[in-house]
T-cell receptor, first 116, second 112 residues
Framework: GAVVSQHPSWVICKSGTSVKIECRSL??????MFWYRQFPKQSLMLMAT?????????EQGVEKDKFLINHASLTLSTLTVTSAHPEDSSFYIC????????????FGNGTRLTVT | DQQVKQNSPSLSVQEGRISILNCDYT??????FLWYKKYPAEGPTFLIS?????DKNEDGRFTVFLNKSAKHLSLHIVPSQPGDSAVYFC???????????FGTGTSLTVIP
């Protein structure tokens, strides 16, 4: 149980284009989803927290107009990287949890984004 | 400010022996602690968790110990297997249950 599917697993795009990454909880309802970014040899950096039906909460230093997050349903959240630049190239990982207190995060398999 | 710290970036252990991964935290409001395992180019996989009302939780080869007074937790893997080679992250969350803080990870290598 507790499977989170993230798509695509890797994507290459040209500078200036936008890329959408989907995150789905397959067998549970995710009241909260989180988007992380991982730089090489570094820890997971939380970008934003999204609750179904409300606006995402972004961490300090993360541009909300560049990283658009939509949590339209209890099983789907999307991250759109707008006007991508090479410095946006990274590994993006989503995670989801139920509303139960003290329940773990379950992660997708990540998306490797390369902007050329 | 790093609220969850893993001071050992790497650890090598012989197959069959015990692996001990350590984690320290600074925020006394944390009440839920987790360990994740991560392979390259994959998302982290949840391993085991412990709430602050306990000091030990065991699941098969994995045991997590929590020392609240020292603000320290550890993950024991016994016996270690080559397939355990991965990066291990500890994480902690506080009262809201909706904010998780991750350590920087420890890369475990189990030598056959």
């Amino acid at each position: 149980g507790a499977v989170v599917s993230q798509h695509p697993s890797w994507v290459i795009c040209k500078s200036g284009t936008s890329v959408k990454i989907e995150c789905r909880s397959l067998d549970f309802q995710a009241t909260t989803m989180f988007w992380y970014r991982q730089f090489p040899k570094q820890s997971l950096m939380l970008m934003a927290t999204s609750n179904e039906g409300s606006k995402a909460t972004y961490e300090q230093g993360v541009e909300k107009d560049k990283f658009l997050i939509n949590h339209a349903s209890l099983t789907l959240s999307t991250l759109t990287v707008t006007s991508a630049h090479p410095e946006d190239s990274s590994f993006y990982i989503c995670s989801a949890k139920t509303g139960a207190y003290n329940s773990p995060l379950h992660f997708g398999n990540g998306t490797r984004l390369t902007v050329t | 400010d790093q609220q969850v710290k893993q001071n050992s970036p790497s650890l090598s252990v012989q197959e069959g022996r015990i692996s001990i991964l350590n984690c320290d935290y600074t925020n006394s409001m944390f009440d839920y602690f987790l360990w994740y395992k991560k392979y390259p180019a994959e998302g982290p996989t949840f391993l085991i968790s412990i709430s602050s009302i306990k000091d030990k939780n065991e699941d098969g080869r994995f045991t997590v110990f929590l020392n609240k007074s020292a603000k320290h937790l550890s993950l024991h893997i016994v016996p270690s297997q080559p397939g355990d080679s991965a990066v291990y992250f500890c994480a902690a969350s506080g009262r809201t249950g909706n904010q998780f803080y991750f350590g920087t990870g420890t890369s475990l290598t189990v030598i056959p």
